[in-house]
């Protein structure tokens, strides 16, 4: 990390006290390995510590800590680890979170043969002729954030495959990456390397000190956190904005996206026949991922504090590429006429497409 400790600390906000954290001092982490070694470290649920501990951070009152091991800081209030043995409690993760979690670590940021993510392998379209389209999207989110800033937070980042900030692309001296699967923040620190802070910690109640971050984007991940902690993800992404800092936040309607579930009804009905033959006739269930949305009726209805502007991030939904996109079939003509929809009318195109694009800023 390119950061000092008290740097990364003063960023950071304990999940349980919700007061600031201070990094662990060379003598304490010695402790903490020794103890580690021994087999006297205690987690807050109760599970042994085994791993060496290279850093950490613990709050004032110094009864705990949450470690850094293999450069991801576990800041979740399930990993912090107390010096004096806290009785077995039950883990704090809900059951949503939890499957959620394991899906990405144990099959989403998994590699394919071909070297993809399973995740993109199964859920994306990496066809040429979609490839422009996806591309504009992509940039669509970079028009909308600043040229330059000190620090980008990723909620939910997974691997930071999305928005290029590398290279000569780069703008953000630090990307904090936020995310529940320690094997996507692996990823991401393989790809970011010392320009990033890697956190283990929901989105749904950040570790992060108010006003830290000069933009943050949430991209793909609201609708997998339970539906009663969707406003307050979004919240959180308020309050740890600097002012005039700026948050984008990528939603899939899901079922409520009418237009796009009846345009590919064929494709759900197969899709659901080989589910069931894959779970019955070979017994090999596909991996299924949590996701519960709101419509766009459920964000109107809530009192924000905040301005919470709604624009288009895409309007086809991936079924509806793979059914009715393809070269030399027109495919290319319904992706420009998409586009300029998008452009033209977005925030109609937001509501009555398949991704909404959320813009929250701070005055
Ligand atoms: C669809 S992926 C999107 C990853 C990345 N934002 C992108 O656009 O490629 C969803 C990610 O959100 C993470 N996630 C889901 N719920 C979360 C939560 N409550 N807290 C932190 N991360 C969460 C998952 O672990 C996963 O890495």
Redesign the pocket.
Known sequence: MTRTSAEIASLLRCPITRGPLTPLKPDELDEANRLAAAGALRRRDGTPVADKIESGFAPSSGRFFYPVVDGILALLPDSAIFREAPGSRPDGLRDE?RR??DF?DQT??QPTPEGLFS?SAR?GDLRAVTEGYHRNCEERLLRRLPAEGGILL?????????IRDTGASRRFRTRIC????RV?LLAAKSRIGDRGIYIQ????DLPLADGCVDAA?????LQ??PPD?QGA?LRGLHRVLKPHGRALV?YAWGYHSYLMNIATLPYHLIRIVKDLYLRHAVGRPQARIYFDAHGYRWFRRQTWGFPLEIASWRSLSTPFLKCYVHGGWGGERILRLAVALEDRFPHLMGVVGHYPLFIIEKA
């Open positions: 979170k959620v979690r990405y989403g940021w995740e859920f990723d909620a939910g980042s997974g691997p930071a495959q999305n936020v995310d529940l699967s996507g910690a929901d989105v749904a984007v949430c991209l793909h991940v997998h956190l902690e993800a990528v």
